[in-house]
């Protein structure tokens, strides 16, 4: 996978942007995108954000961490018990389902649902 560099690099070309364009959109002079691109730096979080939003691609997508630029779920890929549980509905759930207690949970930074029986 691209590194943040190779990223912005490759997102402000697709864009037909040069750096003192870029810079201006986030108020930062050219010389600071060139060495974000160069790899010599990395801007501070909010303007990844920035550059993320800008680009419209997610933040893990810029800093190199998945090659997916964007993770959406349409709603309607979502199944209906998952849906009311995330409504916190719970008694609207199918009664094999209650028995069940999901929670949230989170390991190695990633968040999960965890069935507690």
Not at 11 to 31: C, D, F, I, N, P
Not at 55 to 70: E, I, N, Q
Not at 81 to 107: H, N, Q, V, Y
């Amino acid at each position: 996978m691209a590194g943040f560099s190779d990223r912005l690099r490759a997102l402000r070309a697709e864009k037909g942007m040069k750096q003192a364009e870029l810079g201006t959109a986030l108020g930062v002079s050219a010389s600071a995108v060139s060495y974000w691109e160069s790899g010599r730096g990395v801007p501070h979080l909010d303007t990844i954000q920035q550059l993320a939003d800008h680009f419209g691609v997610s933040m893990d997508y810029m800093l190199g961490k998945t090659d997916y630029r964007k993770v959406e779920v349409p709603a309607e890929t979502i199944s209906e018990p998952l849906a009311i549980l995330m409504r916190g509905d719970l008694k609207r759930l199918p009664p094999d389902a209650r028995r069940t207690r999901p929670r949230m949970a989170t390991e190695g930074g990633r968040i999960y649902w965890q069935t507690l029986y």
